[in-house]
C-alpha cells in the first residue's frame, strides 16, 4: 500500500517520469515468445539489466484476477504466477539478473499493518459472498449460487493465505524452482542470466530484501555503477526505496493508473456536480460485492507504465535546491533525497498513519519541497545524515509544514483535526455502515440481504445531523486549535497531560527515523512497532524528546513462520495453521482468544472510504508486552505435536540463485565444493553454497544456495560511485556539462516544436518505454502533459 497518493502526486507534479511499455505484437491471441530480441523499450539506450520482482503485487492478482472469472483450482493460479512473470519477463528483457522477492516474516512495525488488512478483509469476504449468492439466486445463476454456498467457499478462495508459513507458499516456492529451471533450459534469454529466489521462508518484506540484494553489490570493486535496474512492485514506496538506493538508473514497472482516476482535481462547483451521483453509488462502495467489469484475457493490468526515477531524481534536484547556500554547505542531492524521503513519512506508511495537517492530495509535497528549499539555506546543514535526525532543525521543520506561514497560524492543521472530529453527513454515514457491518458476526448465508427500500427505511432513522459532543465539549466550525487538540488526544489516545502527549510525539518521531533507517539500510531492528492507530498533532513537536539514546532500536530476530501466523491471520483464516494450532485463535476457551476477534470497529477519521480507516484491533506489539509473554507461554506449555512437515514449514531457508551449465556467461560454471565462489565474469558477485542436498534436478539448470551478506546497517549509502556516466537531462532548462560548457535540455519548453512533433510523430527525447514509432495517442498524452505543465509554470519560468 505504501504512501497514500503519493504516486498519482508525483505523476501530476511530474509528468515525464512516466513513459508507456511497448508489449509485443500478438499472433492469434498470443504473446511472441523470444526474449532474446533486442527490446523496443530501450531503442537507442542501454537494454535492462536487472528485474526484480516483488512477488506479493504479482500473486494477488493471480489469486482473484480483475475482469476475470476466480480460478477453480490452485494449479490454475500458479499458471496465473508463471504467465505473469512470462509477460513481465518479456516486457523488460533483463540482459544480467532477475529476482524475484516473496513477502516472508515480516518487522514487526509490518505485521501489525498485515494484521489489520487481514481482518478487513475477511470481514469483507463474507460480505461479498452473502451478496453475492443472493444475486445469483434472484437471477436464476444456479451454478454459481451453489458454488458459493458451499460451506469451504470461503476458504478455498481464502487471499489471507498469501502469507508466510501457508501450504500455499510452501507449494509455490516448489513450483517456482520447476519453472525456473524449466525456463533456464529451454528459454535462452532465461538460460543466459542469473535468477535469484528469495521465498516466503527467508525473513524480510519482498521489496527489502530485493534492495539488500542492491546494496550488498554496490559494496563490490567489479559492481557495474551504471547498470540499469527496473523493479516491478504496486506500492508507493518502491519510489522511496529506489531513491533511497543512491542508483542512477533507476526504473519502476508499474500498472497504468485508472484514466478516470488519473483527472485533475475537482473544483468546487464540480464536486457539487457530483454530489448526486456520489449518494447514488453510497451504497455500492463499502462491501457490496465488485460489478462485472469488462472481460479480459490477459491476468494483470491492459497497459504498464515505467517510472524513470533518473528523470525524478532530476525534477526533485532543480525544486530542492536553493538558488544561494551558504558557502560552507555544499549542495549534496543524495542528502536532499534522504532529507525529503523522511519528512514525507508524515505523510503517513505502512509502519506510521498520517499526521494531521499532512495530505498529499492537499498539496503537502509541494509544501514540503518549497519549505526545503526556502529553509535550507537558513538552517546551513541538512535535517539526516545516514539515518540520525538534527533534532532543533527536524522540530522547528515539522512546525513550519502545518504553520499557514504568514499568519502564523496551523491553518492545514486545524481543518485536519476539524474534519476528523467533526465529519461531513456522507462520511458519518459510511462509517456507520461499515461499523453496522464489522461489529456483526459474519452474516448467515440462508438470511436474504435487506433490500434498498429497507436500507433507506433505516437510514432515515439516522439521517438527522447529530452534534458532535465529546466530554462536554462540543466542536463546531468555531471551535479553536487548543480545544480541537484536547479533545482529539482524549478521544484517540486517551491523553490530556503534556507529559502524555511527549511520549506520543517521541514515538511518532521513533517511527520515522526507523522507517528512514529501514529504507536507507534494511531490516535493523524487528521488533518495534508504532503503538496507536493515530497520529499526534505536528504543531506538538516542542516536546520531542531529543536525546539520542531514546532512538536507538535493537536489532531484535524475526518472527518464525507460523508465528507470523498466528499474529496476523484473523480467526476465519484459521484454516492455514496446523490443525493443532488453530483452536488458539477459534476456541473461546483459548487463553489467547481476546487477541482474535471476530467483531471490531473501524475508524475513518472523516475519510469516505472503507480501506482508509482504522481497523481497531489489538496490536501485536512491541508496547504490548503481554502478546509475547501469553503466546510464548501457550506455545510452551500446548502440546501442539506438529508433523515434521508442519516443523519443516516453520523454518527459515536460504536464498536460490539458479545458473545454467550451457547457457550461462562464460560457458559451464568453475563452482564447486571446493572453489563456491561465483565466477568474475557474472554480473552477481557472492559466495554459493555447492550440494546436491540443494537441487536434485537433472538438468542443465542448477539451484545454489546464495549467501547473501547484508552490509553492517550503520554504514553510509547515501553517495553515488565515482564511475558513474550520468544519464541525460531530461527535463526543462539548461544543465552543466562536466566540462564547464552548457546544453540545452531535449525537454526545455521553449525549445519544443509540438506542431513538428505531432507532425512527424516523434517524441523529442529517446526514453526507455518511448521509442519512435510508438503509438499516436500516446504521444499526444505526452504533449499534452508538458503543454499542461508549462502552462502551469509559465513557459520557460
Known amino acids: 500500500m505504501g504512501v497514500p497518493a503519493f504516486f498519482r502526486t508525483l505523476s501530476r507534479k511530474y509528468p515525464l517520469i512516466i513513459s508507456?511499455?511497448?508489449?509485443?505484437?500478438?499472433?492469434?491471441?498470443?504473446?511472441?515468445?523470444?526474449?532474446s530480441l533486442p527490446n523496443p523499450n530501450t531503442i537507442g539506450d542501454r537494454e535492462f539489466d536487472c528485474l526484480y520482482l516483488d512477488m506479493n503485487g504479482l500473486i494477488h492478482p493471480c489469486f482473484h484476477p480483475e475482469g476475470l472469472p476466480p480460478p477453480k483450482s490452485e494449479a490454475e493460479v500458479l499458471q496465473n504466477i508463471e504467465n505473469y512473470i512470462e509477460r513481465l519477463f518479456m516486457i523488460v528483457r533483463p540482459r544480467q539478473i532477475l529476482f524475484m522477492a516473496i513477502d516472508g516474516p515480516a518487522p514487526r512495525a509490518k505485521m501489525n499493518q498485515q494484521r489489520k488488512r487481514r481482518f478487513f478483509a475477511a470481514?469483507?469476504?463474507?460480505?461479498?459472498?452473502?451478496?453475492?449468492?443472493?444475486?445469483?439466486q434472484?437471477?436464476?445463476?444456479?451454478?454459481?449460487?451453489?458454488?458459493?454456498?458451499?460451506?469451504d467457499y470461503l476458504k478455498n478462495h481464502d487471499s489471507n493465505v498469501i502469507t508466510p508459513g501457508t501450504l500455499f507458499f510452501e507449494r509455490l516456492s516448489k513450483h517456482l524452482h520447476g519453472f525456473i529451471q524449466r525456463k533456464q533450459e529451454t528459454d535462452p534469454a532465461w538460460g543466459k542470466i542469473c535468477v535469484i529466489l528469495s521465498d516466503a521462508s527467508v525473513p524480510g518484506e519482498g521489496e527489502h530484501k530485493i534492495m539488500d540484494f542492491v546494496r550488498a553489490q554496490r559494496l563490490e570493486p567489479q559492481y557495474d555503477s551504471n547498470r540499469h535496474h527496473v523493479i516491478y512492485g504496486l506500492d508507493a514506496d518502491i519510489i522511496f526505496l529506489g531513491l533511497a538506493?543512491?542508483?542512477?538508473?533507476?526504473?519502476i514497472l508499474r500498472e497504468r493508473i485508472n484514466e478516470a482516476k488519473d483527472l485533475p482535481r475537482q473544483n468546487s462547483q464540480q464536486k457539487k456536480a457530483t454530489e448526486e451521483d456520489e449518494k447514488m453509488a453510497l451504497h455500492h462502495q463499502i462491501f457490496d460485492a465488485p460489478e462485472e467489469k469488462e472481460k479480459v484475457d490477459l491476468i494483470g493490468p491492459k497497459h504498464f507504465d515505467f517510472v524513470s526515477l533518473w528523470i525524478?531524481?532530476?525534477?526533485?534536484?532543480?525544486?530542492?535546491?536553493?538558488?544561494?547556500?551558504?558557502p560552507n554547505l555544499p549542495w549534496d542531492l543524495e542528502r536532499a533525497i534522504d532529507d525529503f524521503i523522511f519528512i514525507c513519512y508524515g505523510c503517513g506508511n505502512d509502519f506510521i498513519p498520517t499526521l494531521p495537517g499532512f495530505s498529499i492530495a492537499e498539496g503537502t509535497v509541494s509544501d514540503i519541497i518549497c519549505l526545503y528549499k526556502n529553509n535550507l539555506p537558513r538552517y546551513n546543514a541538512y535535517l539526516t545524515y545516514n539515518g540520525q535526525v538534527d533534532f532543533p532543525r527536524f522540530k522547528d521543520f515539522m512546525k513550519l509544514i502545518c504553520d499557514e506561514r504568514r499568519t502564523g497560524e496551523y491553518v492545514f492543521e486545524r481543518n485536519s483535526l476539524l474534519h476528523i472530529l467533526c465529519p461531513e453527513q456522507r462520511s458519518e454515514e459510511i462509517e456507520k455502515q461499515v461499523n453496522k457491518i464489522s461489529q456483526a458476526p459474519d452474516p448467515d448465508i440462508d438470511q436474504e440481504p435487506p433490500t434498498e427500500a429497507e436500507e433507506k427505511k433505516e437510514e432515515r432513522k439516522t439521517k438527522n445531523i447529530v452534534p458532535h459532543v465529546y466530554e462536554g465539549i462540543k466542536v463546531t466550525e468555531e471551535t479553536d486549535l487548543a480545544q480541537l487538540k484536547r479533545v482529539y488526544y482524549k478521544q484517540k489516545f486517551h491523553a490530556e497531560t503534556k507529559e502524555e502527549i511527549a511520549k506520543i510525539v517521541t514515538e511518532f518521531t521513533r517511527g520515522m527515523i526507523w522507517t528512514l533507517n529501514y529504507y536507507l539500510h534494511g531490516t535493523h531492528n524487528w521488533d518495534w512497532s508504532y503503538p496507536y492507530h493515530s497520529a499526534p498533532c505536528s504543531s506538538d513537536w516542542d516536546l520531542v524528546d531529543v536525546n539520542p539514546a531514546t532512538y536507538q532500536f535493537d536489532r531484535g530476530c524475526p518472527f518464525l513462520p507460523l508465528w507470523q501466523l498466528m499474529a496476523v491471520l484473523p480467526p476465519q483464516s484459521a484454516h492455514a495453521l496446523p490443525e493443532k494450532m488453530q483452536f488458539l485463535m477459534t476456541n473461546e476457551k483459548s487463553p489467547i482468544k481476546d487477541f482474535y476477534p471476530t467483531t471490531f470497529s473501524i475508524d475513518l477519521e472523516g475519510a469516505k472510504q472503507a480501506y482508509k480507516g482504522h481497523v481497531l484491533v489489538p496490536f501485536i506489539g512491541e508496547a504490548n508486552t503481554d502478546w509475547d509473554k501469553r503466546i510464548s507461554d501457550v506455545m510452551k506449555g500446548t502440546d501442539l505435536r506438529l508433523t515434521?512437515?508442519?516443523?519443516?514449514?516453520?523454518?527459515?531457508?536460504?536464498?536460490?540463485?539458479?545458473?545454467?551449465?550451457?547457457?550461462?556467461p562464460g560457458g559451464k560454471p568453475p563452482i564447486t565444493r571446493e572453489s563456491p565462489i561465483i565466477p568474475m565474469n557474472y554480473p552477481v558477485v557472492g559466495r554459493l553454497t555447492w550440494t546436491r542436498d540443494v537441487d536434485d534436478h537433472d538438468g542443465t539448470s542448477h539451484a545454489y544456495i546464495f549467501d547473501l551478506k547484508t552490509p553492517d546497517y550503520r554504514r553510509d549509502f547515501s553517495w553515488m560511485r565515482r564511475d558513474v556516466i550520468p544519464p541525460p537531462y531530461a527535463i526543462e532548462g539548461k544543465m552543466g556539462r562536466a566540462d564547464g560548457t552548457d546544453h540545452e535540455s531535449f525537454f526545455d519548453r521553449g525549445a519544443i516544436d509540438f506542431e513538428s512533433i505531432r507532425a512527424e510523430s516523434e517524441m523529442p527525447l529517446q526514453m526507455p518505454g518511448v521509442p519512435q514509432g510508438q503509438d499516436y495517442l500516446y504521444r499526444e498524452r505526452m504533449i499534452e502533459k508538458i503543454e499542461s505543465e508549462r502552462r502551469m509554470f509559465g513557459g520557460n519560468r
Not at 20 to 35: D, Q, R, S
Not at 123 to 136: E, F, G, L, T
Not at 138 to 151: D, F, I, V, W
Not at 649 to 659: D, K, V
Open 20 to 35: 508507456n511499455c511497448i508489449e509485443p505484437h500478438e499472433t492469434n491471441g498470443h504473446y511472441l515468445p523470444n526474449a
Open 123 to 136: 470481514k469483507q469476504a463474507a460480505h461479498d459472498r452473502w451478496i453475492k449468492y443472493w444475486k445469483a
Open 138 to 151: 434472484k437471477s436464476g445463476e444456479t451454478e454459481l449460487a451453489a458454488e458459493l454456498y458451499n460451506p
Open 312 to 326: 525524478l531524481r532530476q525534477y526533485l534536484e532543480r525544486d530542492l535546491k536553493p538558488r544561494n547556500l551558504p
Open 245 to 251: 538506493s543512491h542508483e542512477p538508473y533507476w526504473t
Open 644 to 664: 515434521y512437515e508442519e516443523e519443516q514449514r516453520n523454518q527459515f531457508s536460504p536464498t536460490y540463485i539458479f545458473l545454467d551449465d550451457e547457457k550461462a
